[in-house]
């Protein structure tokens, strides 16, 4: 598994779990404000199997969970083995996907391999290529939509707040596409960041009151929804 980068310790990014955060290399996507170039185009040094393996062995009594971020994991063609191996030494496992493998979320529910799924949603479907930065398939990207709504597990929806690519009407169609879903995050876009459309540094985020306006309308469709980075 093509591991670019592991974050030893988190107590934020697994809903009430002590995680560690494991962030697979590569992606299939090309949003243009991601936070992550070096990851999506391979550019960080891969992690050695073997630490990981050490890592995993040396933390299962003091650590919850893992969580599987990236880049895209489940675009990793040894993504199901690589959580097998994880779910034997104890943990709980969550993923950070682009919703863009719904056969490899499928796998991952119906086989008990997943505990919590924080999924991508990058934009509207009709908008969504823009903010992907790739053609997408719309198809699949409700498919995986679907599958997590459906499922048992914990999870979330979430979309990156972009001025110029959400705006009220994404909202309202956003709300349409997870309506009945339990919960939703609306993360402030962060324009000090590096980003693959570098471009993108000159836009200015939203003002808080902007982001309370869209919270309210994403709440006639979805039980919780919140707001983070501000
Ligand atoms: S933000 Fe987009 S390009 Fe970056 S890792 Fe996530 S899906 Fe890939």
Do not use: W
Request: net charge positive; charged share 35%; glycine share 6%.
């Amino acid at each position: 598994m093509k591991i670019g980068g592991i974050q030893k310790t988190s107590l934020i990014d697994y809903p009430n779990k002590v995680c560690a955060v494991f962030f697979a290399s590569g992606c299939n996507f090309r949003c243009p404000y991601c936070y992550n170039p070096k990851l999506v185009f391979n550019k960080t040094k891969l992690i050695d199997e073997k630490y990981i393996n050490k890592f995993l062995e040396e933390r299962k009594n003091y650590l919850d969970a893992i969580l599987l971020s990236g880049g895209e994991i489940t675009a990793k063609p040894d993504f199901i083995e690589f959580v097998r191996k994880i779910k034997k030494y104890g943990y709980l496992v969550g993923i950070e996907t682009n919703g863009s493998n719904p056969d490899a979320i499928k796998k991952l529910i119906d086989n008990e391999l997943v505990d919590f799924i924080a999924m991508d949603l990058k934009s509207d479907l009709e908008t969504y290529y823009m903010a992907a930065g790739v053609k997408v398939e719309k198809e699949k990207i409700k498919k995986s939509v679907e599958l997590i709504k459906d499922s048992d597990i914990d999870y979330e929806f979430r979309t990156t707040v972009v001025p110029g690519l959400f705006d009220e009407k994404t909202a309202i169609e956003i709300g349409e596409l997870l309506k009945g879903s339990k919960r939703y995050v609306l993360q402030q876009f962060n324009n000090e960041e590096d980003m693959i459309n570098k471009s993108f540094k000159r836009k200015k985020p939203y003002t808080v009151d902007k982001l309370k306006k869209f919270k309210k309308i994403l709440e006639n469709y979805i039980d919780e929804v919140k707001i983070s980075g501000i």
